[in-house]
Nanobody, 124 residues
Framework: QVQLVESGGRLVQPGDSLTISCAASTSLSNFTHMGWYRHAPGPQRELVAD???????????SGRDSLKGRFTISRDVVKNTVYLQMTMMKPEDTAVYYC??????????????WGQGTQVTVFS
């Protein structure tokens, strides 16, 4: 059973930086996609960023705010850990952040796993 354990979420002030982590119970090479999603109060969980097996990182556009300029997704394959570094944080970044792992093969999703989430609150 794959486990994803997030950590590092906390209360920060606008303009602060924060890095959250996701530790996987198995090698990251088992997944074609590792990503971060967030769920603010509202109906939908949204993709923040993901990183592919080849190291390519992708970032979501959240409204008029491209997260690429403020957020950085990275990974440590030795520690089986994925990170999300957030800078210049805004109140609208407040959400529960979830780690996600997916395995795809020839266009078919073979598996998907979620962590339990870590709360990030931006409040002055």
């Amino acid at each position: 059973q794959v486990q994803l354990v997030e950590s590092g979420g906390r209360l920060v002030q606008p303009g602060d930086s924060l890095t959250i982590s996701c530790a996987a119970s198995t090698s990251l090479s088992n997944f074609t996609h590792m990503g971060w999603y967030r769920h603010a109060p509202g109906p939908q969980r949204e993709l923040v960023a993901d990183i592919l097996l080849d190291g390519t990182a992708n970032y979501a556009d959240s409204g008029r705010d491209s997260l690429k300029g403020r957020f950085t997704i990275s990974r440590d394959v030795v520690k089986n850990t994925v990170y999300l570094q957030m800078t210049m944080m805004k109140p609208e970044d407040t959400a529960v952040y979830y780690c996600n792992a997916q395995s795809w093969w020839l266009g078919v999703k073979l598996g998907e796993y979620w962590g339990q989430g870590t709360q990030v609150t931006v409040f002055s």
